[in-house]
């Protein structure tokens, strides 16, 4: 078996009132503000066409058995959130 490893940076530009909170978890999460919650974990995407117009979806999910296959193939797991404010 091979080992994959996998490094994403995603800078985005969120509205002021987000806020970053831990879950009961304690695993952080944005606290949208409107009685939602992001949780932003990676979603692979998937398609049947390898051209430069390939549609990419996550339909897959729907699939139980190969969506519980990827995740039992994860061997450890880092998210860092930051929340930064401009002043």
Not at 9 to 17: A, R, S, W
Not at 51 to 74: G, H, K, L, P, R
Request: aromatic fraction near 10%; charge should be negative; glycine fraction near 4%.
């Amino acid at each position: 078996m091979k080992k994959l490893n996998i490094s994403i940076t995603l800078g985005m530009e969120v509205p002021d009132h987000w806020v970053l909170i831990k879950d009961e978890d304690g695993i952080e999460v944005i606290d949208l503000g409107d009685g939602r919650y992001l949780d932003l974990t990676f979603t692979p995407m998937m398609t049947d066409d390898n051209s430069e117009t390939a549609e990419w979806t996550n339909d897959y999910i729907s699939d139980y058995q190969f969506a519980d296959s990827i995740v039992e193939m994860v061997t450890e797991y880092k998210a860092i959130l930051n929340m930064l404010t401009a002043h």
